[in-house]
């Protein structure tokens, strides 16, 4: 593209607002019915309504936003109890996942001076990133026939060297849970952190809706640390991650200029709109909206699951959580000519295959109108 010069004159008001519609239109709407590949939805109404009325509150500076603090805290002790978290925890605000599993391991790395971490090879590629910027050594894990860790593997593989051991409860490509009962037995002392990005706002639903499902949070004695996202299925606005972890966040660098004395997330200053979005997503939906919201997903997910198969897809697994990827040898072709034809899906890389991700603006009719699409794409 051609540089543009910077704008010397202000633009006409109308003609300004009638390009920013020109350019949103472009971007693909959740309301659609065409994205089946992104673990985001729309947030609730109220959320987004809310979000705007916090625009210029930043938590970096949380002198002068009490209320938004207020909130904060309000909705670490509700995401606490959710997760079991024991007396004595530390809540942060983070981004989103990226930001929490850089945090667990940089804590990690603090405590111990060590610099090994066990990831699985289904593990999200954000700790790809935290152990290029953190200058920490990846041990890939592989996965057994079932698509999980291999724990013998786990178990050769911890030393006196590493510093951190990651679990996953929904992973990114087939949405599974990690052993982490077991996880944490083979961890022993060593810090085990758990990424709940998307099974942490899914699990303790779909238990009370009686899907029988492992625990996964700070209920299991050897989990150290864990992280979840309220802008996934918590069904709030972008960008919000909760990170928690068992002990005192071993990080706090003096921030002596502003009302705060310390700061321990990465951002300076922190868009913090998200916060109240969030804490009224929660107190309006309640557990048992989430509950609702969530059944509502598996359903719409064995949809999918039996559309599939009567197209002639065969799922890499049994769904967990309201994940559905099927095997496919040329998943890019598919997604490229799906795409042609409007509608967004996601692919696997191990094994290669094609993914959905069920979120809850996907409906049984956008799934019905789909699928023969996908029939004709693959
Ligand atoms: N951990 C897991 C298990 C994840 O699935 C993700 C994101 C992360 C960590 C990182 O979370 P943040 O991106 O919030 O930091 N997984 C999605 C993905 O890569 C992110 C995403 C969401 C991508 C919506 C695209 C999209 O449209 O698939």
Known sequence: MKRRGFPKKGMDQSELMSRIEEIRSKDTDFADGTIFGSMCTSPLDMAKKVHGLFLETNLGNPGLYRGTLELEKEIHSSVASLLNAPEGYEALSVGGATEGNILALWSSREKTGKRKVIIPESAHFSFKKACNL????????????????????????????????????????????????????????????????????????????????????????????????????????????????????????????????????????????????????????????????????MNNTRTLLMKGKEIGLEPIVDPVLNIVSFHHEDPVRVVETMERKGLSISRTVNPPGLRFVVMPHVTEESILKMIPILEDSI
């Not at 050769?156 to 990114?172: F, K, L, N, Q």
């Not at 709940?196 to 640390?225: H, N, T």
Request: aromatic share 8%; with cysteine; hydrophobic share 40%.
């Open 134 to 297: 953190l200058d920490m050594e990846p041990v890939m894990i592989p996965l057994d026939d079932k698509y999980q860790p291999d724990l013998s593997t786990v178990e050769e593989e911890i030393d006196d060297d590493t510093a951190v051991v990651v679990a996953i409860a929904g992973t990114t490509e087939l949405g599974l849970i990690d052993p982490i009962h077991d996880l944490a037995d083979i961890s022993g002392d060593v810090h085990l952190h758990v990424d709940a990005a998307f099974g942490g706002f899914a699990i303790p639903f779909l238990k009370e809706a009686g899907y029988s499902l492992p625990e996964f949070d700070l209920s299991i004695d050897g989990v150290d640390s864990i992280v979840l996202d309220p802008h996934k299925l918590g069904m709030s606005t972008i960008p919000l991650g909760l990170y928690y972890s068992r002990e005192e966040h071993p990080i706090a660098i003096e921030s002596p200029y502003l009302t705060g004395a310390h700061q321990k997330t990465i951002p300076g200053t922190r868009a913090s709109a998200s916060i109240p979005a969030f804490w009224s997503v929660m107190n309006y939906l309640g557990f048992e909206g989430y509950v609702s919201i969530m059944e509502r997903c």
